[in-house]
Antibody, heavy 121, light 108 residues
Framework: QVQLQESGPGLVKPSETLSLTCTVS????????WSWIRQPAGKGLEWIGR???????NYNPSLKSRVTMSVDTSKNQFSLKLSSVTAADTAVYYC???????????????WGQGTLVTVSS | DIQMTQSPSSLSASVGDRVTITCRAS??????LNWYQQKPGKAPKLLIY???SLQSGVPSRFSGSGSGTDFTLTISSLQPEDFATYYC??????????FGQGTKLEIK
């Protein structure tokens, strides 16, 4: 059973960089897309971006200038950095695995439990 | 970007009711439409993928239909554990993927 676990600071100061890591267990990180998705309290889901195990990335244009994703296949981990954060970046951050089989089958099948990141001084 | 609009935003229903939630895309997304269930404090859980395929382990009372721009999620007979928030998500174009704003299903 694949499991994902987010880790990182729960409190980040305004203008600083939010850094999170997702550790994948119970399966290989290779040959999948891995996404970050966030959810402000009481609000909907926002896709931040994804990374393939080759290092290829796609980012949400609304966040692209501030987002960097990386992957470490030796550790079965991938990471998110979001720079110049403001209070609007306060949210629960989820990591998720994307299955893309083609023929309309492209979805998030495994999710981490989520980690709350608060931006405050 | 493709915008996803769900209706209604909230819904009150009773155990045993048949419930339908609608999701509309701002442009055609073929069948690249997924449905997720989220309970408070938990991560979303995949229910339906490719518009109408039931994810393994999901009860058969859940079903999905539609293609192009209009989609529905139907719960044939509501159970107590079904009260949650439901999201649709399009995977037709990247970037970015997008979700509907959610439909909160509450007990009447």
């Amino acid at each position: 059973q694949v499991q994902l676990q987010e880790s990182g600071p729960g409190l980040v100061k305004p203008s600083e960089t939010l850094s999170l890591t997702c550790t994948v267990s119970g399966g290989s990180i290779s040959s999948y897309y891995w996404s970050w998705i966030r959810q402000p309290a009481g609000k909907g889901l926002e896709w931040i971006g994804r990374i393939y195990t080759s290092g290829s990335t796609n980012y949400n244009p609304s966040l692209k200038s501030r987002v960097t994703m990386s992957v470490d296949t030796s550790k079965n981990q991938f990471s998110l950095k979001l720079s110049s954060v403001t209070a609007a970046d306060t949210a629960v951050y989820y990591c998720a695995r994307e299955l893309d089989y083609g023929d309309y089958e492209d979805y998030f099948d495994y999710w981490g439990q989520g980690t709350l990141v608060t931006v405050s001084s | 970007d493709i915008q996803m609009t769900q209706s209604p935003s909230s819904l009150s229903a009773s155990v045993g009711d048949r419930v339908t939630i609608t999701c509309r895309a701002s442009q055609s997304i073929s069948s690249y439409l997924n449905w997720y269930q989220q309970k408070p404090g938990k991560a979303p859980k995949l229910l339906i993928y490719a518009a109408s395929s039931l994810q393994s382990g999901v009860p058969s009372r859940f079903s999905g239909s539609g293609s192009g721009t209009d989609f529905t999620l139907t719960i044939s007979s509501l159970q107590p554990e079904d009260f949650a928030t439901y999201y649709c998500q399009q995977s037709y174009s990247t970037p970015p993927y997008s979700f509907g704003q959610g439909t909160k299903l509450e007990i009447k």
